[in-house]
């Protein structure tokens, strides 16, 4: 692999260092997955093979577990799922994605060993399992996965001992990489990429990590390519610099991010970000008006009556009581919005939640106001070419497109498609959805500035022509991707 070199990281064990400069944009380099499954949850909704979501899956005709978006597919994940089959089939029926993933793992490992390819940094032998640091709680969790995995295993595989197995549940605990769906929207699956977990984190990366899913649509197999992690930089790299990635989002304040690293990952973060509490007074603000800054009890009030309310929405969201999430949003809102600076994360989490849940229930004035304010404070506070400030953008466009704010709604896909340029790629697909919305909302902007009267009598007759649908129901925190690796709950 040319463009990097395993090195000792001060403080951090092993790491990867560029070996030459990188600039942002740039693919430092890509990785096929080892093995990797679909969430339990998801099974009958998503594609074993390609992890795209469709809405009519062919079932495996043997295990009657594994969904396919057709034969091809069925095909392609053949060489992965031929003993996992026959496993299922025996058990009489499908253990928790845990399991399933480490089977997988294992199987490659018995039949390729330890290094699968000429590409591969390090072995399966070699990564951390920090069994040693788990609670007692998971302990215990780690035994009853391990009991259930050895009435799984088949008895014409390769027998191994306990500690093997332990090592490799480890591995998926701590080392698991949230895979997505195709347009990177939610978290669908769980996959190990050797490569990455050498990766070592920073809260101020200057590397992201995105999952390409290939092609594998193609009838012909001699045309597919594999899915595939791509380590992109963000910013630009000198020879010799480490790189990093953040293993969990940003927006969190410092405190927040050490506790979840020390809880999920087991070190203690020492990046500059972490260390000196950068931008935690951004994110926990007072609203400044003529220079007059709000008392801080007021500030204190407001954040701790917004940190209560987020917790009530998320019950409502998780009973799909849209309408009372609305109510509570805006209550919390126009309590607080007055005291809070627009960097708040609190309130950002409230225009966040609006702004989704009004877009569904298609009120997309509303829409459109909230994520404007959100994309606003993100760009206060998020790396210029952060994957999550892109996102946030392209939401913000597409509700200002769809409520005829066009110069607005093109503008933020515009900034959108810049950033995710560099975090995605030209490839990726949710990159070509972006540039056909930009030439889309830039043709409507010229005839916009051409006549703005017959612009909006053509957009009012093109709504009328087309039947009102709803929009995708909002997801929660827990089902977007917020989190680099995946953990058990």
């Not at 095909?75 to 029926?93: D, L, M, N, V």
Request: glycine residues 6%; negative net charge.
């Amino acid at each position: 692999m040319e463009n990097v070199a395993v090195f000792d990281s001060p403080g951090k064990g092993r790491g990867l260092k560029a070996t030459k400069e990188m600039w942002a944009g740039d693919v430092i380099f890509s990785e096929p997955s080892l093995a990797a499954v679909v969430f339990d949850s998801l099974a009958e909704k998503i594609c074993h093979s390609c992890f795209r979501r469709q809405q009519k899956l062919h079932r495996c005709g043997q295990c009657k577990f594994a969904h396919y978006c057709d034969r091809t597919c069925q095909r392609a994940g053949w060489a992965e799922h031929k003993e996992e089959c026959s496993a299922i089939k025996t058990f009489g029926k499908a253990p928790n994605e845990n399991i399933r993933l480490v089977a997988r793992v294992m199987w490659r490992r018995d039949k390729e060993g330890s290094v699968v390819s000429d590409m591969q940094l390090t072995t399966l032998d070699e990564l951390e399992d920090h069994i040693a640091d788990l609670p007692e709680d998971e302990l215990k969790d780690l035994k009853v996965d391990i009991h259930n995995f050895l009435d799984y295993w088949p008895r014409n595989s390769k027998q191994h001992t306990v500690d093997d197995i332990s090592h490799f549940f480890g591995l998926i605990n701590c080392n698991g990489f949230t895979v997505s769906d195709q347009r990177g929207l939610q978290a669908v699956g769980v996959g190990l990429f050797p490569n990455l977990c050498l990766v070592n984190h920073d809260c101020w990366p200057n590397c992201t990590v995105i999952l390409n899913h290939g092609n594998q649509s193609a009838v012909n197999t001699m045309f597919h390519s594999q899915r595939r992690i791509e380590l992109r930089a963000v910013s630009k790299i000198a020879e010799g610099e480490e790189l990093t990635v953040a293993y969990v989002d940003f927006l969190n304040l410092s405190e927040e991010r050490r506790r979840m690293l020390k809880t999920q990952y087991f070190f203690d973060c020492t990046c500059e970000h972490c260390k000196n509490r950068i931008k935690d007074d951004v994110k926990l603000a007072g609203k400044e008006v003529d220079g007059v800054k709000v008392p801080e009890e007021q500030v204190k009030e407001a954040t701790d009556y917004c940190f209560q309310m987020l917790e009530k929405l998320d019950k409502a969201r998780l009973n799909g009581d849209y309408h009372e999430v609305v109510k509570m949003c805006r209550d919390c809102i126009e309590k607080t919005e007055p005291v809070l600076a627009d960097t708040h994360i609190y309130l950002l989490r409230m225009f966040s939640t609006l702004s989704e849940v009004q877009a569904y229930l298609q009120f997309f004035g509303d829409a459109a106001d909230y994520a404007r304010k959100m994309v606003e404070g993100y760009m206060k506070i998020y790396h210029p070419n952060n994957a999550t400030l892109g996102m946030a953008a392209m939401r913000a466009g597409v509700t200002h497109w769809q409520n005829g704010l066009i110069e607005v709604g093109h503008g933020m896909i515009c900034k959108a498609y810049a950033i995710l340029m560099v975090t995605h790629g030209p490839t990726h697909p949710i990159t070509k959805d972006l540039e056909a919305m930009r030439m889309q909302t830039e043709m409507e902007l010229r005839m916009f500035h051409q006549n703005e009267y017959v612009y909006h009598s053509m957009r009012e007759a093109a709504l009328k022509n087309r039947p009102m649908s709803m929009m995708n129901e909002p997801s929660s925190v827990e089902e977007g991707i917020k989190n680099l690796f995946h953990r058990r709950k």
